[in-house]
């Protein structure tokens, strides 16, 4: 792997420097270590040749830690009435260029993604070379979500899921997460990949599943009441996290 630093946000008045740092992929093998070491896909920039990481707050599920929580089980037990089930199949035996597969993925993205997702950055998500898996679900035998996985050695990505919104009522979206961390935790997978964990709208991941850790930029971090409390503060942050709360910060060196 090659890791890089770019130039970023200047702020002489408080000596405030910061680098972006990212990771580009050199082979296969080296996946596992990139997620470790905190790295996440980025797929802003669809130009780009090589598969390409960024560094983040990045949240993953130590699953020998993992168990069902209260809330995993209300949801179980509210969507047990429309038979949910899933299939897992690999990248290779999918379709991502059906049609109607990519209308459902784009028409759920311009409802829910904050970020513009069209067709082109859709399909450049889709090659990814790393993408090894989709687990599709059904509700009443009919397919109404799909997660987008990554799965290599000991560790699962969970990178985008897409589903119909028209089953809100069923956390739908709740119940696909905790099936494919806990279908992780019995295939004796070590880690599942959640994305990042900023701001409020991230607190459901940290609320609902048991065995999380967040990476803090120096290592992954199991103090899950520190994490909620950056989450909760992020827009209020206008220094360097070591600056604005430098004994904080030393404390969980």
Known sequence: MKIFRSESFVDY?????????????????????????????????IELKQETYYLARSLRVDLKNF?????????????????????????KDFDIKNEDFQIFCLDFAAKRFSENIGKSRLNYIFETKSISHIFEFSLDDKKVGYVIAIIENDMLHYWFAFFDLNFQE??????????????????NLKHIYLGTSYGEKSLYKIRDFKGL?????????????????????????????????????????
């Open 13 to 45: 008045s408080t000596y405030t420097f910061n680098y972006a740092i990212y990771c580009i992929k050199e082979f296969q093998k080296e996946l596992s270590d990139i997620y470790n070491k905190g790295f996440l896909p980025y797929s802003n920039n």
């Open 67 to 91: 168990k069902e929580t209260s809330e995993n089980r209300r949801v179980l037990r509210k969507i047990e009435e429309k038979a949910p089930s899933y299939i897992i199949k690999n990248v």
């Open 170 to 187: 069923y956390s739908l979206g709740k119940y696909m997460m905790f099936s494919v961390i806990d279908w992780a935790a019995k295939n």
């Open 213 to 253: 850790e967040f990476f803090d930029g120096n290592k992954w971090n199991d103090n899950i009441k520190l994490l909620k409390s950056k989450c909760k503060t992020d827009k209020s942050f206008t220094l360097d996290y070591f600056k604005q709360d430098t004994d904080l910060f030393l404390e969980n060196l």
